[in-house]
Every structure is written in C-alpha cells, then in structure tokens.
C-alpha cells in the first residue's frame, strides 16, 4: 500500500476548518429563523379561520330548519322497503301481463315461460339458401367462414375442408 508523501499535520485534524463559535452563531439564527416562522404561520392560520368564519353576536342554536340531505335519502324501515320490493318482482314474474299490445309482446311466468321453450324449441333463422347467398350483395366473396367449416361454399368450388 502506497502511503502519501504528506503527513497528516500534528494533533490528527485541522485548526482552520471552523471556528465553533460561528457554528454555535448560526445555530441560534437558524432556531430563531424557524421559531419566528412558526409563529408567524400560526398567526396567519388563525387570521383567516376568523375571516372566513365570523361568529355571530348571538348565537341562536333555532335559527332555522335544516335542509334536507341530497337524495339518496336514508330509508326509514328498509327491511319492510325490501320486502314489498321482492313482493312486487315476484308478482311480475310469475303473472301474466302486457309489455307491448300494439305489437302482441306478452309477459309470462317464468315456469310456463320454460315449458313452452321445452315444447318449441329455442327461435332459430331460416338457413340461406346458395342461390340467396350468391346474390347477396353481403354475401363472401371468398368462401369465407363457411368454406373453412365445409360448408356450401367449399362444395360449389369442388375443394375440401382443410
């Protein structure tokens, strides 16, 4: 290990560096700096929480009714609310009633509403037929997804499904 040609100097630290009493000098400014900030921010906080809410000479806890909160209001009896809620879904799911009458559109209850799906079957389009499709202006021109299926389209052009 190479040592510096410099030796340290005599007592193993500098003289010069600073003095302690300008330390101490600047300590006490900056304590003095901070206390008067405090209370001067303190004045400032309890001048404007008096500006913006004067006191009144007299107070009157009845000066006036309160208004009333912003709906949603809370529910007196909201277990006798929801009781009548369900009471009333329940009645229009299982009755029957008009939703549209100029059009013919009916409510069923939900269980006659499943037995005719069971006897009918679900409602399904009427399939395309190929002269239709060819004509279609929307039609594929390409086979498109009915090719890659084997559909009709892929049997017109005499390919294969992939």
């Known amino acids: 290990m190479a040592t510096s040609s410099r030796m340290a100097p005599q007592g ?3 003289k010069s560096d600073a003095s302690p009493r300008g330390l101490l000098y600047f300590a006490v400014i900056m304590a003095a700096l901070l206390a008067a900030t405090a209370l001067f921010l303190i004045a400032v906080f309890k001048y ?26 809370i529910q007196a009896t909201p277990g006798m609310d929801m009781q009548s809620y369900y009471e009333s879904q329940q009645q229009i799911l ?20 499943m037995e005719l799906i069971l006897q009918r079957g679900l409602p399904t389009r009427p399939a395309a037929s190929s002269t239709n499709a060819a004509s279609s202006p929307n ?24």
């Open 12 to 14: 193993g630290y500098e």
């Open 48 to 73: 404007s929480e008096r500006a913006e809410n004067p006191r009144p000479v007299i107070a009157e806890p009845f000066v006036g009714t309160r208004p009333l909160p912003p709906a949603p209001r």
């Open 94 to 113: 299982t009755s029957y009633g008009w939703i549209d009458r100029q059009n013919g559109v009916v409510r069923l209850p939900i269980d006659r509403a």
């Open 139 to 162: 039609a594929p021109k390409t086979g498109g997804a009915s090719a890659a299926a084997g559909g009709p389209a892929s049997s017109e052009r005499g390919g294969a499904a992939p």
